[in-house]
């Protein structure tokens, strides 16, 4: 590639999402191929703010992130996951080793 070549080939399966800038475009059948792929398409307008976003579904349980989300903000809460987590984590590490 020269100086003056402006063009870069890179895999779609190396790439997690997109960005675009001001007057950039993008045709309907790559920014299907996007969607399908669960690649993350934005653009910006020329001053910065945000114009659209394209993602694909997402998957998992929106009860589950909302439970989550509130034990993570009860303090007590997180503390006893975080203590259970801990404890965890060297007996798994163990059965691993021992395998």
């Known amino acids: 590639m020269n100086s003056s070549d402006s063009t870069h080939r890179i895999p779609l399966e190396d790439i997690d999402a997109l960005l675009f800038l001001g007057g950039a475009q993008i045709t309907t059948p790559a920014l299907d191929e996007c969607f ?11 001053n910065g703010a945000v114009w659209f976003v394209v993602s694909g579904p997402t998957s998992g349980n929106v ?23 801990g404890a965890a984590k060297p007996q798994s590490s163990r059965r691993v080793v021992e395998r």
């Open 63 to 85: 009860h589950l992130r909302l439970a989550r989300n509130r034990v993570a903000c009860d303090r007590d809460q997180a503390l006893a996951i975080s203590k259970a987590t």
């Open 36 to 46: 399908q792929r669960g690649v993350r398409v934005a653009a910006l307008r020329n």
